[in-house]
Every structure is written in C-alpha cells, then in structure tokens.
C-alpha cells in the first residue's frame, strides 16, 4: 500500500510562518504531480499549491508570493513553506500525490490524512 504522512501544522500568530511536509512510502513505483490542498469549515476543499516532479510550480491567488512549495524527489517528499499568514489561512491542509505503483500502470490519486493550520489574529 502506499501512505502519504504530513507534519508541521499548527497555531500561529498571523503574519508567522509555518512549514509543512509530507512524505509518500510503500510501493511507488513513481511519484508524479504532488500538491497541497485546505478545505476551512462549511467550505469546498480548494487546491492551494501544486509541483510537477520536474518541478514546474502553480498556486492558488490568494497564496501567491506567501506560500513556496518544493519537493525533494529523492525522499519522495513535499514541502510547503508558508510566510505571512492570515486568519483566513486556517484549515486543514492536505497532501495529494498521484502515484503509479508498478510499471506500467496508471496513476491513482493518494491524499495526507491531513494537519490543522490556525492563524490567530
């Protein structure tokens, strides 16, 4: 089976940093796009950032210019480094990685079981 393992959430003053990673085992065959994704209460979960394996990044607007995100291949790991966050921030963040568990096979989509992230303001 394969496991995507997050850390780094947390409470934080607004206008703090946090950093958040995730990291995929078990059988990978490959690991394709990966990403980030925060779903508030009462809202739809919404992607925040995402990074091809060539590294190729896109972000969501309300993001863009705070948030970085990496990955280190070798480790089959994702990162997200958040900067000046706000109040609205606040949700459980989610990891997503598409993954192909045997050579030739298609990629199927995996998720974090995700962290809290609280901005106090």
């Known amino acids: 089976q394969v496991q995507l393992v997050e850390s780094g959430g947390g409470l934080v003053q607004a206008g703090g940093s946090l950093r958040l990673s995730c990291a995929a085992s078990g059988d990978i065959f490959s690991l394709n796009d990966m990403g980030w994704y925060r779903q508030a209460p009462g809202k739809q979960r919404e992607l925040v950032a995402g990074?091809?394996?060539?590294?190729?990044?896109n972000y969501a607007d309300s993001v863009k210019g705070r948030f970085t995100i990496s990955r280190d291949n070798a480790k089959n790991t994702v990162y997200l480094q958040m900067n000046s966050l706000k109040p609205e921030d606040t949700a459980v963040y989610y990891c997503?990685?598409?993954?192909?568990?045997?050579?030739?096979?298609?990629?199927?989509?995996?998720w974090g079981q995700g962290t809290q992230v609280t901005v106090s303001s």
């Open positions: 997503n990685a598409k993954i192909v568990r045997a050579i030739g096979g298609l990629p199927s989509n995996y």
């Open positions: 990074i091809t394996p060539g590294g190729t990044r």
